[in-house]
T-cell receptor, first 112, second 116 residues
């Protein structure tokens, strides 16, 4: 069965610091991988996705993620955190169907 | 419309009551998904429609849960005889469909169901 593990339910950084949110997946076939962001009282918004090809993918708001097959990882990074980045972030995998399997989420806090 | 809309945004039900949650997908989107998000958890897949056909209902937790999309647009998720463990946020998502599993799913704001 496919699964997603997000290490760290809460991450706190200072404004301007590097953001690193970890995601590991389990899949027996090549996965499609996604990062979504959820702001309070809003729907999930797609940040970026990996399907095939280049393993470093860039998304909106300065975020990027790198697919590492050998490590079964798809960590999300941003060089410099902004106050507006405070939100909940979900990693998800899609294997052989359209449905998404989500991790449990990481809440990012950004301190001034 | 501009995005996926869901109604009501909040629903409080007494245990044993039936509830109906509505999803209006983005106009023209073929695929529609329902997810359940319990407190502190990630969304979990419930069911999937392509037009009016329900192609996957493997995530529905029990036969008390029923979903329909009779005209291939608006969808309703119905929960009969609600129980406290049904308390969660129910998310609807839609996608253009047709290009497979890299289709972007657009999510609505969700309906927060509280069962007392």
């Amino acid at each position: 069965a496919q699964s997603v593990t997000q290490l760290g339910s809460h991450v706190s950084v200072s404004e301007g610091a590097l953001v690193l949110l970890r995601c590991n997946y389990s899949s027996s076939v090549p996965p499609y991988l996604f990062w979504y962001v959820q702001y309070p009282n809003q729907g999930l918004q797609l940040l970026l996705k990996y399907t095939t090809g280049a393993t470093l993918v860039k998304g909106i708001n300065g975020f990027e993620a790198e697919f590492k097959k050998s490590e079964t990882s798809f960590h999300l990074t941003k060089p410099s955190a902004h106050m507006s980045d405070a939100a909940e972030y979900f990693c998800a995998v899609s294997v052989n169907t359209d449905k998404l399997i989500f991790g449990t989420g990481t809440r990012l806090q950004v301190f001034p | 419309g501009a995005g996926v809309s869901q109604s009501p945004r909040y629903k409080v039900a007494k245990r044993g009551q039936d509830v109906a949650l509505r999803c209006d997908p983005i106009s023209g989107h073929v695929s529609l998904f329902w997810y359940q998000q319990a407190l502190g958890q990630g969304p979990e897949f419930l069911t999937y429609f392509q037009n009016e056909a329900q192609l996957d209902k493997s995530g529905l937790p029990s036969d008390r849960f029923f979903a329909e999309r009779p005209e291939g647009s608006v969808s309703t998720l119905k929960i009969q005889r609600t129980q406290q463990e049904d308390s969660a946020v129910y998310l609807c998502a839609s996608s253009l469909g047709g290009s497979g599993r890299d289709d972007e799913q657009f999510f609505g704001p969700g309906t927060r169901l509280t069962v007392l």
